[in-house]
């Protein structure tokens, strides 16, 4: 197994806030960085939401409610598709960041939940783990420590030691690399001038994505709730 590194210290430091930096601009905005992208407009104010269908799918969700992470989720899974890795890493990539439209604190362990009822353990933990990966290099496979988090988090972070535990535990687990690639494609899934469409990854979807006849959300699974929450986020309680 690779060896945990801690993030790689930039040679430009200078370039990227510094962690108290960050922690000092929290005060000065109306809503929390965790928030779902659902739950604020990123300026003016939010849009009325198209409805879904009575028995909705996860194309509707992600036609209806994942705008915000769905190209950047595409872009991962095509990514993946290209470089001819498994379907199961394929539909990971696809999902892997969708849950940041319900919550974006912890989002890998709850995308993970939203999905568990629906898909392989193998996907679920891929989708669970490359959060926790994102923090740590591995350039036996391929990834490297990506200046957005320097920018996101300041340049002199440290992960919480939940975080640190965690690595240490899926470097050393016989699933490591599903969440490792799904970090990999993650890496180049931010070019705007591509755009992947989702019919490309309907076959993957129908052989491993279970969906439930009654809707995601009507299914009366453990994260139905999870579903009505992105189905229906305007209701005040
Ligand atoms: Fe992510
Ligand atoms: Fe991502």
Redesign the pocket.
Known sequence: MAQTAAPAAPATAAAFPSAADIEAQVVTRKTRRGAGNLFFAQTGTVPHLAPLPERPTLVDYFKLRFMATSN??LQ?ANRALSKGMSEEIVLACLL??TAQDLIKVDHGWWGAQLYEPYVSAKVSFAIRY?QVL?FYEDQEHGYEYPDLYRRLFGHDYRPEPYIERTDQMVRNHKWYLAPRL?TVN?LY?FDPRVQPQLEHFTDIIGRHFKQPKDGLGFDGSPTAHMWRSLAMPDHPL
């Open positions: 950047h989720c991962s892997h960041d490359h994102r799904v993650d899934a």
